[in-house]
């Protein structure tokens, strides 16, 4: 009976975790994008040029899973949504400053 409840436990766990880190952004060629926030968001399946910071907005609130803050962002010219990851900021780790150095590479 212990061994049963402990599969049934994991399969809990496993599941859960799967329900908060599901990735609601569909990236599609055939739809046009939309923002069905929190439900799902239809995005072009490459950013352009106009994919910014300044043109990406904030949808929703923001989010937290496993310490990592996150939030999606929405192009507002060409609908390309993200998932974008705030840096830590209760740490000044080097691993978090390497972290966000990644991150600001990966937005240029
Ligand atoms: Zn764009």
């Known amino acids: 009976m212990r061994r049963i409840g402990s599969n049934i436990r994991k399969q809990n766990t ?3 975790a799967k329900r908060v880190m599901r990735n609601i952004i569909r990236y599609s060629t055939e739809e046009a994008p939309r923002n069905e926030y929190p439900k ?3 995005s072009p399946p490459k950013p352009s ?3 910014n910071d300044e043109n ?3 949808v929703g609130s923001m989010r937290e ?20 990851y705030f840096p830590a900021v209760d740490s000044t780790s080097d691993a978090v400053k390497e972290y966000r150095q990644w991150k600001r590479y990966m937005v240029q």
Do not use: P, Q, T
Not at 67 to 81: D, E, T
């Open 65 to 84: 899973v496993e310490g990592f803050k996150f939030c999606y962002k929405i192009c507002n010219v060409c609908g390309h949504a993200v998932k974008f």
């Open 49 to 51: 040029r106009c994919c």
């Open 14 to 16: 496993d599941a859960k």
């Open 56 to 58: 990406r907005l904030m």
């Open 40 to 42: 799902r968001i239809v």
